[in-house]
């Protein structure tokens, strides 16, 4: 691949942009997604398969970039059991917070104890655009 890889964090519609606010803040450092979907690419704007080392560009629901972030770790884990590294870094108060809005936003999908989810860790790398109009 000669490009970075992308990544796009949705939000509840195409106008939010929290979730890519929260990393460029500091206060998102971590991303789950089913394993299904994680090795699958989504798009132009998400590659999908993201491992240790990889520098990632963050797109808003607009297609624009905001942020470029570092990937660190990647790891599987069960639903039932969210560690805290998880949960905080997902920018929740809790792993039943992290719980709740997870069923909510995959309501398809039936998550049990032992559903699992791979992980994205990373840290920001560098803000492209803070502040965006229009």
């Given at each position: 691949m000669t490009r970075r890889k992308r990544?796009?964090?949705?939000?509840a519609d195409e106008n939010d942009d929290s979730l890519s606010r929260a990393v460029m803040?500091?206060?998102?450092?971590?991303?789950?997604?089913?394993?299904?979907?994680?090795y699958k690419p989504y798009g132009e704007y998400g590659d999908g398969s993201y491992v240790p080392g990889?520098?990632?560009?963050?797109?808003?629901?607009?297609?624009?970039l905001r942020c470029i972030v570092k990937a660190t770790k990647v790891y599987t884990i069960k639903f039932g059991s969210i560690p805290?590294?998880?949960?905080?870094?997902e920018a929740f108060s809790s792993a039943d917070e992290f719980r709740?809005?997870?069923?909510?936003?995959?309501?398809?999908?039936?998550l049990h104890d032992d559903f699992e989810?791979?992980?994205?860790?990373?840290e920001l790398?560098?803000?492209?655009?803070?502040?965006?109009t229009a």
């Open positions: 990544l796009t964090f949705w939000g803040d500091g206060r998102k450092t971590v991303t789950a997604d089913t394993v299904a979907q994680y990889d520098m990632i560009e963050v797109y808003d629901l607009k297609q624009r805290e590294e998880v949960w905080r870094g709740e809005c997870h069923i909510r936003c995959l309501p398809h999908l039936h989810f791979v992980t994205l860790h990373f790398v560098e803000v492209i655009a803070r502040e965006i």
